[in-house]
């Protein structure tokens, strides 16, 4: 029988991150868990595609737009499960058994956020991102998703939108959603560089226009000039 989980990742000259998040996934090699990787571009200019390839990954690309980008790596995923990732988020050991575990239940499920880097601040914006999840249902793309591949059709899938994509499917997907027992470890370095609570801030003011109506190219745009 095939290894049942496809990891999709989107990338956009991600060569400083992807080696250390491909690196976490090789135990899901060894447990039999993971059946291929999808590394879907969006016109990088660095080593990423050479990254990919030298990893054994599949490598498709095409516009730039992280939900564009998670759409077209499902179409090109065989697996019966979707683990979506980010390039920048690392896995922690025993992430594949708790997968395993997991895929006995046909629910979508998330992982636990802590950053790599932050202190203090890293610690208290981590813990209202897994209470926010915990509470409203509303896990992030840097949490990682592992979604069966039959409820990712039944929902209609990611939406190429610009911003909020990892949001709209959580959206799509509440009341099956689970946390599972293990950690994604992200990069705070959009925060540091950003400064955590304006960062924070900003995040929150973007997820409550979303939320209120607010279009995603619009929200997309202004995020860019900021």
């Given amino acids: 029988m095939r290894a049942p ?15 250390a998040t491909l690196l976490a996934l090789m135990e899901g090699l060894s447990t039999g ?47 019966k499960w979707y683990l979506f990732l980010h390039a920048d988020t690392i896995l922690s050991p025993g992430w594949s058994k708790a997968a395993e575990q997991h895929l006995e239940t046909g629910q979508a499920g998330y992982g636990r956020l802590r950053f790599a880097a932050g202190g203090l601040a890293g610690d208290l914006v981590s813990r209202w991102a897994n209470l926010r999840s915990s509470l409203l249902g509303l896990p992030y793309g840097d949490q990682s998703l592992l979604i069966p591949a039959s409820l990712y059709d039944q929902v209609g899938g990611f939406q190429d939108i610009p911003l909020m994509e990892d949001v709209a499917m959580a959206r799509a997907l509440r009341g099956r959603l689970r946390l599972l027992d293990y950690t994604a470890l992200t990069s705070a370095e959009r925060y540091q560089r950003d400064g955590w609570l304006k960062r924070g801030r900003r995040n929150l003011w973007l997820l409550m226009r979303y939320l209120n109506g607010a279009q995603p190219e619009k929200l997309a745009a202004e995020y860019r000039r900021q």
Avoid: C, H, M, Y
């Fill in 33 to 79: 868990v993971i059946r291929e990787v999808v590394i879907s571009d969006g016109g990088s200019t660095d080593a990423t595609q050479k990254i990919a390839e030298d990893a054994g990954a599949v490598f498709v690309s095409g516009p730039a737009s992280r939900g564009g980008q998670l759409r077209r790596g499902a179409e090109a995923a065989e697996g």
């Fill in 5 to 19: 989980i496809s990891v999709v990742i989107p990338t956009l000259n991600a060569e400083d991150n992807l080696p």
